[in-house]
Nanobody
Framework: QVQLVESGGGLVQAGGSLRLSCARSGSIFSILAMGWYRQGPGKQRELVAAISSGGSTSYADSVKGRFTISRDNAKNTVYLQMNSLKPEDTAVYYC??????????WGQGTQVTVSS
């Protein structure tokens, strides 16, 4: 069974930075498009950044210019560098493949809290 382990969250003041990491088990990581998702209080989970197997990236408008997604295939790990954080970025952050469905298994996520 695939496991996803997110880490790197925490409490930070507005304007600060955090770097999230996500390790995925399994041998096919390098060919998977991966994404970072977040779920804020009372909100649905949303995709905020994605990276293809070839390294092409895309971002939600709300984080464009502030967040950077990257990957290290040798470590089966995807990262999310978050700069200029805002209180509205407060959420539990998850990683997963770019394509998810109702039966997709998720990791425990990592909490990011941005204080004003």
């Amino acid at each position: 069974q695939v496991q996803l382990v997110e880490s790197g969250g925490g409490l930070v003041q507005a304007g600060g930075s955090l770097r999230l990491s996500c390790a995925r088990s399994g041998s096919i990581f390098s060919i998977l498009a991966m994404g970072w998702y977040r779920q804020g209080p009372g909100k649905q989970r949303e995709l905020v950044a994605a990276i293809s197997s070839g390294g092409s990236t895309s971002y939600a408008d709300s984080v464009k210019g502030r967040f950077t997604i990257s990957r290290d295939n040798a470590k089966n790990t995807v990262y999310l560098q978050m700069n200029s954080l805002k209180p509205e970025d407060t959420a539990v952050y998850y990683c997963n493949t770019r394509s998810v469905g109702p039966n997709t298994a998720w990791g425990q996520g990592t909490q990011v809290t941005v204080s004003s």
